[in-house]
């Protein structure tokens, strides 16, 4: 079974340049969610999707940031435009169950976003 | 708000040596707590999770922590350090929304 695969696994950009990430969960994943890990911080929860429905969005920083999960299968988040501060590392995770809090959520490889 | 707390950017053992990596929790209601790692170029891997079952939960390659509600803490431990063993440990809490708060990571180095 294929695990949580991210695209790309790197990204330097331009500082007001447009960047889009993509996540693809484990087939059959009702959850994805979306982190990210600034240098030396830790791992922050940005937003979280049941099916193709946004189930919280509390943690995106600012309206820079556009979430969207097409069909309940892959998701998106696009940076536009792109800001020194959101370099870092941004990580993808799914998880089976909708009600379950304890189901395992597995990580993808990250997609490290470089802004210059 | 739940959070939890590293205690130790790095950790250095020897091969061989016992591994403890600490890690603190603060919470209102019972947590649920994970401890997650990341190998070099790899994504996070589950090592294991308490989940109120058993305080003592055995994980994957060794590994084991023990929940103590006395000492909120959810300290991860090896009896024996292996060379492959080197890379970032994440303790978490999970809120009932189902997003993982994270530590800071504790980086575990293994020298020969």
Known sequence: EAGVTQFPSHSVIEKGQTVTLRCDPISGHDNLYWYRRVMGKEIKFLLHFVKESKQ??????????????????YSTLKVQPAELEDSGVYFCASSQGADRVTDTQYFGPGTRLTVL | AQSVTQLGSHVSVSEGALVLLRCNYSSSVPPYLFWYVQYPNQGLQLLLKYTSAATLVKGINGFEAEFKKSETSFHLTKPSAHMSDAAEYFCAVITGFQKLVFGTGTRLLVSP
């Open chain 1, 56 to 73: 919280d969005e509390s943690g995106m920083p600012n309206n820079r940031f556009l979430a969207e999960r097409t069909g309940g299968t």
